[in-house]
């Protein structure tokens, strides 16, 4: 029987004009009257993931939320020590004079604020994605003075691609990264994934793994979906990710997430 029902966000739950259905919405309501728990595991920050169930009127079914690719977690009790998961300063400044060019914008963010080292197309995108508030800073290494939660390198596909093939190559230890947009590639600690903060917090509840369910579309999400009992890839998911997850929904602009409840979960065929 499954516990928890741990769903991204954009790509999966959000369809592509950024909203939640009514369908999935109903479906993730009823999941309360079958007391199956219920959390949303995304790249945004937490406060953007508390505003959206807010505006769906989620918010008291929502009992999980992790935020920042596995960063934040809302129950703060849980985590011993935040900090232990920021991206080092030294890092972010290194990957930041190795592939700074006219191509690409570097983010680092504060809570609701985010501080580039250049207004580009891209980097509008993440701002209003999050309706952040945005700083620009051409001398970027200035302010990086401590540690972030991750950063952000924003720009075409094809300039990502090189910085990635190359960040392939040299597999430093103190971070890894992934897209987790078309246009954003995020570096984090090494410590951290949606999925490591997920048994995190299954682990101090008591939940076995194999009796959770999670639903993701893109790269970020693989680790989750690979620890789950139930690691669901909705149809407009990568292909690598498909290659972890055990079973499929339908997209996300027809429902997926509540297809997947509702397949697996209120009407089972078997």
């Not at 954009?10 to 950024?18: C, E, F, N, Q, S």
């Not at 939640?20 to 959390?39: C, M, P, R, Y």
């Not at 302010?143 to 094809?158: D, H, M, S, W, Y």
């Given at each position: ?23 999935n919405?109903q ?37 999980i ?17 935040v ?16 592939f700074?060019?006219?191509d ?16 580009t197309?891209?980097t509008e995108?993440?701002?209003k994605?999050?309706?952040?508030k945005?700083?620009?800073e ?10 972030f ?46 999925g ?21 579309d ?12 139930y690691?669901?890839?909705v149809?407009?998911?990568?292909k ?5 997850a ?8 027809n ?16």
């Amino acid at each position: 029987m499954i516990q928890l029902v741990v769903t991204d966000l954009d790509g999966t739950l959000l369809d592509d004009d950024g909203h939640i259905s009514d369908q999935n919405v109903q479906a993730i309501k009823q999941l309360k009257d079958k007391n199956i728990l219920f959390g949303i595991a995304s790249g945004r920050a937490k406060s953007v993931i508390e505003k959206i169930a807010k505006e769906y009127n989620i918010s008291d079914h929502v009992d999980i939320m992790i935020g920042t690719n596995g960063v934040e977690l809302s129950e703060e009790g849980i985590l011993k020590d935040v900090a232990v998961n920021y991206l080092k300063k030294d890092v972010i400044i290194d990957l930041y004079n190795k592939f700074q060019s006219d191509d690409v914008a570097f983010i680092v963010h504060n809570e609701n604020t985010i501080i580039c080292n250049k207004s580009t197309e891209f980097t509008e995108i993440l701002r209003k994605m999050n309706n952040y508030k945005q700083v620009i800073e051409p001398n970027f290494e200035n302010v990086i003075t401590e540690n972030f939660p991750r950063l952000i390198i924003v720009g075409p596909a094809k300039a990502l691609k090189e910085i990635t093939d190359q960040m392939s190559k040299e597999k430093d230890p103190n971070f890894h990264f992934f897209k987790s947009y078309e246009c954003f590639l995020e570096a984090v600690s090494n410590q951290v994934s949606k999925g490591n903060m997920l048994k995190l917090y299954c682990e101090h509840k008591g939940i076995n793994m194999e009796k959770v369910m999670s639903i993701g579309d893109n790269n970020n999400d693989i680790e989750m979906i690979g620890a789950c009992g139930y690691g669901v890839a909705v149809e407009n998911a990568t292909k690598e990710l498909k290659k972890h997850a055990k079973y499929s929904t339908q997209s996300n602009n027809n429902h997926g997430v509540a297809q997947a409840i509702k397949g697996y979960i209120l009407h089972p065929m078997n």
